[in-house]
């Protein structure tokens, strides 16, 4: 990942909170979507059958915020997860908030 970095917020429920911000100029758009859609086909691929949300039983759900404003694209990727979610993410992605 170049643009997203994640950050990990827990909760004392066992719902963990994943978010990444990525702040760009228009011609790096493409770019930041392009990990955004990694992530999120990953999660599809990997917990296909558990989105939805976590306090009710969900491996992981999402919200997907974009806003551009004066040739700045600013996208921001919020993603709830369990346990097993957040451990498979770790494995694929790395530890949020740990840079190489």
């Known amino acids: 990942m170049n643009y ?6 827990d909760s004392t429920d066992g719902i963990h909170t994943l978010e990444a911000m990525a702040s760009t100029r228009a011609d ?16 599809w691929q990997a917990f296909a059958h558990s989105h939805g949300p976590v306090d009710e039983g969900g491996d992981w759900d999402h919200d997907l915020q974009q806003q551009d404003e004066g040739g700045w694209h600013t996208v921001t990727l919020t993603l709830s997860a369990s346990q097993a979610f957040l451990e498979a993410f770790e494995a694929r992605f790395g530890v949020p908030g740990e840079e190489d």
């Open 4 to 9: 997203l970095i994640f950050d990990l917020s």
């Open 28 to 43: 790096q758009q493409a770019a930041v979507q392009a990990e955004v859609q990694q992530v999120l086909d990953w999660a």
